[in-house]
């Protein structure tokens, strides 16, 4: 088997905008598909929604760095359309993560069991966006409860007082029955996250995201050691492999996260996950995005057993077009491995067709 073209359709933009803090403006995204196909037929597919549009623009550049290459080689790929990981970026880790869906369709498996397979469910958590009112987050929460959801993450206003108040807000609703969560994306300074991260423990939230910007490690290391609340960071990380040394060493943050689709897909986060064992910390990756998005940090998940979540933008369906099968949690609060092989998760072509604004080929 060998790649003989690697293509990508960039689709309609998804009909809302997205914002994660007061800060940010809101964004539109607009996701890409990324196909990389092989001489028998078979397809590995990634959609991406982090990469910028005009990236497509690359893809004819990849007939002399892919095209004729066995897809077996995907350490080799990836380590030459990353710098050997120093340089990835959000192209080279869609093609990363639509070579693995490729190999596990070749070989008739789904990616996690080709990876070692470790388990076969993991627990769920709902990721929300920010509103405009804290009676939002409130009915949000109830209702990811009602779909089996057994844990919530807020991503609030980015401004510790009127975050305090929807945390206390959603713990006053859902009582017990949740754990929850705050990611801040950043936004704090030392002072803010201190204040808030107090609160949260007397609330008895479940952990503490991104507090502080990932570049503020003495900040993050002092909040560490200060709380007992669990710091979790690391998204902001792009710098490659070796960027994440001091989180470890320096017991920088509790359990470190990354985000897969723009550190260099699954081969990236295999390694990032090996460091945090060998480190004793969990590796709980950031897994908001598409649905084939959310599958290829799922896969790693399976393949590992020092990560308790998997992350799922809420309302569910938010970020699913395209799709012939998404990912949802079941009674219990798990997503269970999916059995169809490769990510595991199919395309709906109609939707795709539909969809698709401007294709790019390698063979143009």
């Known amino acids: 088997m060998l790649i003989s073209e690697v293509r990508a359709h960039l689709l309609r933009p998804l009909e809302r905008t997205f914002q994660w803090r007061e800060q940010w403006a809101p964004r539109t995204i607009q996701p890409v598909l990324i196909r990389v196909i092989a001489d028998n037929g078979l397809e590995g597919h990634c ?8 990236d497509i623009a690359s893809i004819p550049g990849l007939q002399d760095r892919m095209v004729g290459l066995d897809p077996h080689m995907v350490e080799a790929i990836s380590l030459d359309l990353t710098d050997r990981l120093d340089k990835p970026d959000e192209l080279s880790s869609a093609l990363d993560i639509a070579l693995w869906d490729l190999l596990g369709k070749f070989h008739e498996e789904p990616v996690y069991r080709l990876l070692g397979g470790a388990r076969t469910r993991v627990r769920a958590y709902a990721s929300t966006v920010m509103y405009q009112t804290v009676q939002e987050w409130v009915d949000l929460a109830l209702e990811c409860r009602d779909q089996g959801f057994t844990a919530y993450k807020i991503h609030g206003f980015g401004v510790p007082d009127k975050d305090l108040e929807i945390c206390r807000a959603v713990r006053a609703a859902v009582g017990d029955t949740m754990d929850l969560m705050l990611d801040p994306v950043n936004a704090y300074d030392r002072h803010g996250a201190t204040k808030v991260g107090r609160e949260l423990q007397d609330l008895g939230y479940r952990w503490f995201e991104a507090p502080l910007p990932d570049t503020d490690l003495q900040g993050l290391a002092d909040l560490s050691r200060s709380l007992h609340i669990e710091i979790t960071g690391g998204e902001e990380i792009r710098k490659g492999l070796r960027a994440y040394q001091p989180y470890m060493t320096s017991h920088v943050v509790d359990s470190l996260r990354s985000i897969g689709d723009w550190i260099g897909g699954i081969s990236a986060m295999r390694k990032v996950a090996a460091l945090c064992e060998a480190f004793n910390m ?5 897994s908001y995005g598409t649905t084939l998005v959310q ?10 057993t020092h990560c308790e979540f998997i992350e799922l933008p809420v309302p569910l369906g938010l970020m699913d077009q395209g799709m012939a099968d998404v990912i949802t949690p079941d009674a219990d609060g798990y997503v269970t491995a999916p059995t169809k092989p490769g990510l595991g998760y199919e395309l709906d072509w109609a939707a795709i067709a539909d969809l698709t604004l401007q294709e790019v080929s390698t063979t143009d």
Not at 47 to 54: C, D, E, G, K
């Open 47 to 54: 959609i991406t929604y982090l990469m910028p549009p005009s």
């Open 282 to 286: 969990n590796f709980e990756p950031h």
């Open 295 to 304: 599958a290829a940090h799922f896969h790693v998940m399976l393949a590992m």
